[in-house]
Structures are given as structure tokens and as C-alpha cells.
């Protein structure tokens, strides 16, 4: 066999190989068919056909992300908005998404814009723009149940655009920076006044110390002018008390020595007899009874 006969056998090995053999890569699934008419589903690695009677068609059975074009779209309260979106999804059933539709993707799309205009369609503007997740719950509900029977599963759905028309933002922008302004003004309000109110509660706090401590004060003051009127009076009794012993033995004193007296008087024989006793002796009887 020379050198062209083999080139000619290799190039019709690699025109015919082809023909009988296919290659599935992971993340695909593939529907052989016969003569037109589907026959099984195979997964990855290689596949075997018959060339001109066995066809296959390869399907993407990963996450894919369909772009929703932007569109215009009339709220509850008759205003414009622009919208657009995109949309998570995966085929779970190869076999449904070729067979039951003529194009799914397409189908998703027109899909995910009619559900677009029939939630936002029933929202204010002022709902629509502060509740992106409810829609995009309600959207995914939709289109979950809708895309089933093709064998699709909505994984998420996301609003990326939504805009209200320009002079309907300037009236918004001018609205917030309103409310704003209203919302500094009552926290500098609020401020001052909770400022005010706590400088008169130190106020009353203050004054209601410095009376309590007037209060005690006082209540010292008269403690210590008691408790001296005390100590005077007790130190006059104690005076009267030592007073009155002194008197008392004073007085015993003296009788004691009119007792002696008269007991010498009678002593020395009574009558109209006058003795003249010494000073000494006097003296000496006046200190023995304690008589000064």
C-alpha cells in the first residue's frame, strides 16, 4: 500500500468515524434518536451511531441564566416604569424541553415579561420599588409552575432594572431630600428638648441635695444644741446636788457642835457660869467635825 492510498483511507476514517461515534461531555445529555424518533437519553462518554438512521441532539443540562429584555410596564397607579431581568434556570427533563416545546429559552422569556406586567401591573410605583423581593418571590412561583411541564426548573428570578420615568425620579429626589430635612429637624427638636429636660431634672436633682443636706444640717445643729442643754443641765444638777450635801453636812455639823457645847455647859456645871475657852480648843473641835 503506497503513501496516497493510506492518505486517502485516513481521511475517510475521519470524515466516517465521526458519523458513527459522538462524544458527550459532563453537563450534557443526549437524545439519541432514530429515524427522527426519539429512542433513550445517554449521559457522558461516548456514544455509538449509526451513520444517516441515528441522530443525536445534545442537551445543556446546567444552570443557565436567561437575560429578560427591558420593557415598559404601567403600574397600579398609571405610571411607566422601565424593567428588566434575568432568570436563573436548569432543564431537569431533556426529553420534555425538546420534545414538548419548540424553543424553551424563548418561551421563558416571553414568559417572565407577561408575569412582569401582570404583578407589577397590579403595584403602585412606591410598592414596586420597595418590595423587589416579593416580586421576584411571585415571579419565580409563576414561572416555576408554568416551566415544569417543559421540563425546566427556575432556579431564581432578579429584577435588575426598574426606573420610573425622569420627572417622576426629580419629583421622588425631591420628596426624599423634603423628608430628610423633616427628619433633621425633628431630631434637632427631639435633641433640645431632651437636653432641656435632662439640665432641669440635674436642676431639681441639685436643689432637692442641697435641701437635704440643709435638712441635716439643721437636724445636726439642733442635736448638738440639745445634747449641750443636756450636758449644762446635768452639770447644774450635779452642781445643786453637790450643794445641797455640802449644806446638809454643814448643817449636821453645826448641831453636832451645839450637842458638844452643851454636853461642856453641862459638863462643867450649867447655870449662870460663864467659861471662857480658848481659841485653840475652839478650833481644834470645829476641825474635828469638819466646821471651818
Known sequence: MDGSTLIILLVIVAIVIPMFVKKISQGEAGLREFLGRY???????????????????????????????????????????????????????????????????????????????????????????????????????????????????????????LEPPKDIQDSMSKQMKAEREKRALILEAEGYKQSQITKNEGDKQSKILQAEGDRQSQILQAEGKAQATIAIAEADAKALELQSNAAQEFFKGQAVVKEQLNVIQNSLGGGNTKYVLDSDILTSISKSFGIK
Do not use: C, H
Open 39 to 161: 429512542t433513550d437519553t445517554v449521559g457522558p462518554g461516548i456514544v455509538f451511531l449509526i451513520p444517516g438512521i441515528q441522530t443525536l441532539r445534545k442537551i445543556d443540562i446546567r444552570e443557565q441564566v436567561i437575560t429578560v429584555p427591558e420593557q415598559q410596564i404601567i403600574t397600579k397607579d398609571n405610571v411607566g416604569v422601565a424593567v428588566d431581568g434575568i432568570v436563573y434556570i436548569q432543564i431537569n427533563d431533556p426529553v420534555k424541553s425538546q420534545y414538548e416545546i419548540s424553543n424553551v429559552f424563548m418561551a421563558v422569556v416571553s414568559l417572565a415579561q407577561t408575569n412582569l406586567r401582570s404583578v407589577l401591573g397590579t403595584m403602585a410605583l412606591d410598592e414596586t420599588l420597595s418590595n423587589r423581593d416579593n416580586i421576584n418571590a411571585r415571579l419565580l412561583e409563576s414561572l416555576d409552575r408554568e416551566t415544569g411541564k417543559w421540563g425546566v426548573k427556575v432556579m431564581r428570578v432578579e429584577i435588575k432594572k
